[in-house]
């Protein structure tokens, strides 16, 4: 995904090949649901799990809706979030300022 939506790259036998599961779920959660909401629709523990490795490692190359993957478990009917492109987990330059700040602190005064 990138800026919150993208293609199909793995479709599973009863997925529907129009992303129609995707738009509705990404539609749905876009329109802040309910707390019920997320607790069918969500698969909680796994998410839970993503994001204290995500905050653990400081994985923060997700902004801008990319670098992770939606994956509908067939068997739970539950969607999940699933990380990949992982170059830059323990980089500071996918921020957009860290050019200044970097001059900042090997310069000081420098702005």
Sequence with gaps: MEAG??????????????????????NTYS????????????????????????????????ADGKNYFYYRNPVLGQWEVWPWDLDLTWADNMYRRCERWRRAVQEPGSE
């Design 5 to 26: 939506s993208g293609t199909l790259n793995n479709v599973g036998p009863d997925g529907p090949l129009d992303k129609s599961d995707l738009n509705a779920f990404l």
């Design 31 to 62: 329109s802040s649901p309910p707390d019920s909401w997320w607790r069918t629709n969500l698969n909680l523990p796994q998410y839970y799990g993503y994001q204290t490795i995500l905050q653990g490692f400081h994985h923060y190359d997700i």
